[in-house]
Nanobody
Framework: QVHLVESGGGLVQAGGSLRLSCVVSASRFIFNDMGWYRQAPGKQAPGTQRELVASITRGGSTRYVESVKGRFTISRDNAKNTVYLQMDRLEPEDTAVYYC????????WGQGTQVTVSS
């Protein structure tokens, strides 16, 4: 079973920054592409897909959804089984619960970390 523990969320004003961390208890971590997903308020109905906002391959190549390009940076530390998301110039539209998971996802999800951006 995989355990994912996200942290680092909080309340921040628009234009501010947060750094999210996710520790993954899976020996296969280093073999998987990893991503940060988010689920916005009111979009948590069963079956609603979480939005993949950033991903990083096991080799370190990154991809971002257009809305966060230039503002978010994903990174990973394979020695620590940890993936990070540096979020700068945050906007109210970034308000969501953020989760990390593999790409494509594993069955298990962590509890997520709430990010709230006030205007």
């Amino acid at each position: 079973q995989v355990h994912l523990v996200e942290s680092g969320g909080g309340l921040v004003q628009a234009g501010g920054s947060l750094r999210l961390s996710c520790v993954v208890s899976a020996s296969r971590f280093i073999f998987n592409d990893m991503g940060w997903y988010r689920q916005a308020p009111g979009k948590q109905a069963p079956g609603t897909q979480r939005e993949l906002v950033a991903s990083i391959t096991r080799g370190g190549s990154t991809r971002y959804v257009e809305s966060v390009k230039g503002r978010f940076t994903i990174s990973r530390d394979n020695a620590k089984n940890t993936v990070y998301l540096q979020m700068d110039r945050l906007e109210p539209e970034d308000t969501a619960v953020y989760y990390c998971n593999a790409v494509p996802t594993w069955t298990y999800w962590g509890q997520g970390t709430q990010v709230t951006v006030s205007s």
